[in-house]
């Protein structure tokens, strides 16, 4: 079983397969057109 690079699509770092990560879909006319990963809590807007 081959698994798919996913990308975040916010800070562009790879998801990894522990990563909470959600899927942001693009429907355009009622047509699925593309779809994107973003990690839940994105890396780079951690705050200390």
Known sequence: ???RK???LKCRKDIN????????IYVVQ???TEH???HVECPER???
């Open 1 to 3: 079983m081959t698994e």
């Open 6 to 8: 996913k990308t975040c």
């Open 17 to 24: 397969e522990k990563e909470l990560h959600k899927i942001v």
């Open 30 to 32: 009622e047509k699925f």
């Open 36 to 38: 994107h990963y973003e």
């Open 46 to 48: 951690f705050t200390v």
